[in-house]
């Protein structure tokens, strides 16, 4: 069972947009370094997040991809 959950992340993981990421704060969005498109922090300045933590979402999205790639690194099975 341990065995299959680490596949499918590993298998989720592996689809992700490449290359690092990176927040522009100024439109709320996680880019690449070369400028594609990942995820939209906020909508139209509507969402709760942006009044109460977006800084702490946009900071754990841009390192997901590479804290759970180092976390699989760590992982027998």
């Known amino acids: 069972?341990?065995?299959n959950r680490i596949n499918?992340?590993?298998k989720r993981i592996s689809k992700v947009t490449p290359g690092i990421w990176?927040?522009?704060?100024?439109d709320d969005v996680v880019?690449?370094?070369d400028g594609v498109y990942?995820?939209?922090?906020t909508c139209e300045d509507l969402s709760?997040?942006?009044?109460h933590n977006i800084e702490a979402d946009a900071e754990f999205i841009?390192?997901?991809k590479k804290?759970?790639?180092?976390l699989l690194s760590l992982v027998t099975i």
């Open 1 to 3: 069972m341990k065995e």
């Open 48 to 51: 709760l997040t942006k009044k």
């Open 8 to 10: 499918e992340i590993k």
């Open 31 to 33: 880019i690449t370094a």
């Open 22 to 26: 990176t927040v522009e704060k100024e």
């Open 67 to 70: 804290d759970i790639e180092y």
């Open 38 to 41: 990942v995820a939209q922090l």
């Open 62 to 64: 841009v390192n997901a």
